[in-house]
């Protein structure tokens, strides 16, 4: 048996490797596909074959930050900057639910649109509905996330993007790492269950550091973790860079899968956007979550992150139909409850 192997059957039923192990099975291409069915044992045996939908609400594309990779950023005055109503994100979810949706993510750019109070009436509404909340919003102090949490929210998602710090403070300007692990660290304490995930392919990091990337996400112990390659936009600074791979960004979501047996980990668009079947692929490799867009209208197109975004010009019900026959095609099913995680 080769070292890799040997790796990968210790991943696979220890779910613990040294970060030299991670960045040898990162530099590994032979066994690639012996990484990736390991990886779906795993998902199977400890989440099962559900996949679990999480209607996507990209409620506003305002942002104060300036974050180097993304097409959201403040400086950007390309982007049409538009933000819905809370009656509307309320609209949204509503027919989320009615297209069978049991949890909704209310996701936007950085901002200060809508008041604490907006948004724990949006929170309250929405959760009056029967439906699990996420919120991916960005930093905020510890009150505001205690504040939505005791307005019926469940989860949050907050990428660490990259646990270099270096590159961190380089790709963020004006903000600090200590308090985007701060958010984090709050965010637990505080009961949400917890997502974060990292960019592949930024400038300058390496195999190594994708490696600690994945051993935070085990010692902070989230509940989730998405991931995907990261996308050069040609309207920021990081335009001319290359990005990452889909391959890439499929060995780490596989390692993730091996060293967190039972979190949720969506298989993300961005891999869709670099390659036609990669939600299918990365469900067939580790991941058990799906983030249909449920946004209506134009505001899909003006949400734009990166080019070759999927989907925008889709209607919700047409997205709907559509993942769920994918998902039945690759002889999965879709789950019907809220989808928390089990630990075990
Ligand atoms: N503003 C919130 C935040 O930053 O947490 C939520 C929205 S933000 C657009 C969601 C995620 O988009 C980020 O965590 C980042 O990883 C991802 N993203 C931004 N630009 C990207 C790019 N060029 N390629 C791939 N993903 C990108
Ligand atoms: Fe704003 Fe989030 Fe984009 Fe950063 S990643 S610029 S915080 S929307």
């Not at 390991?38 to 104060?64: M, P, T, W, Y």
């Not at 990428?159 to 958010?183: A, Q, W």
């Not at 299918?280 to 197109?301: C, D």
Request: glycine share 8%.
């Amino acid at each position: 048996m080769t070292d890799i192997v040997e790796i990968i059957n210790k991943a696979e039923i220890t779910h613990s490797l040294t970060k030299m192990e991670i960045a040898l099975l990162l530099t590994d291409h032979e066994w690639d596909q012996q990484l990736f069915m390991a990886a779906d044992r795993v998902r199977n045996k400890n989440v099962g074959d559900q996949v679990h939908l999480r209607g996507l609400i990209e409620f506003s594309n305002i942002c104060q930050r300036n974050c180097y990779y993304c097409g959201l950023r403040k400086d950007n005055g390309k982007v049409e900057r538009y933000w819905l109503t809370p009656a509307t994100i309320i609209e949204f979810a509503t027919k989320a639910q009615e297209y069978g949706y049991k949890t909704v993510v209310l996701q936007s750019g950085e901002n200060d649109v809508y008041t604490l109070a907006d948004m724990q009436y949006m929170i309250g509404q929405i959760k009056a509905l029967g439906l699990a909340i996420t919120l991916s919003v960005g930093e905020k102090t510890r009150d505001e996330y205690e504040a939505y949490k005791k307005a019926g929210a469940d989860r949050y998602l907050l990428r660490i993007e990259t646990t270099d710090r270096k590159i961190y403070e380089k790709l963020h300007p004006g903000m600090s790492f200590e308090n985007r692990v701060r958010c984090l660290t709050d965010l637990k304490e505080l009961g949400y269950e917890v997502g974060t995930g990292c960019l592949v392919g930024l400038p300058e990091q390496t195999l190594e550091s994708l490696a600690e990337d994945i051993l935070f996400f085990k010692t902070l112990d989230v509940d989730m973790v998405g991931l995907g390659p990261f996308i050069p936009n040609d309207d920021t600074p990081l335009a001319s860079e290359r990005g990452g791979t889909f391959m890439l960004s499929l060995k780490v979501m596989a390692i993730t899968r091996l060293l967190l047996p039972d979190v949720n980990i969506p298989a993300t668009t961005a891999m869709e956007a670099l390659n036609k079947d990669g939600r299918m692929i990365a469900l067939q490799s580790g991941a058990n979550v799906v983030m249909p867009n449920v946004t209506e209208g134009e505001y899909r197109k003006l949400y734009l992150l990166y080019p070759g975004k999927i989907c925008t010009g889709d209607t919700p019900a047409h997205c709907r139909g559509c993942i769920t026959s994918k998902i039945v095609g690759i002889g999965r099913r879709v789950a019907t409850g809220c989808g928390y995680r089990v630990k075990k």
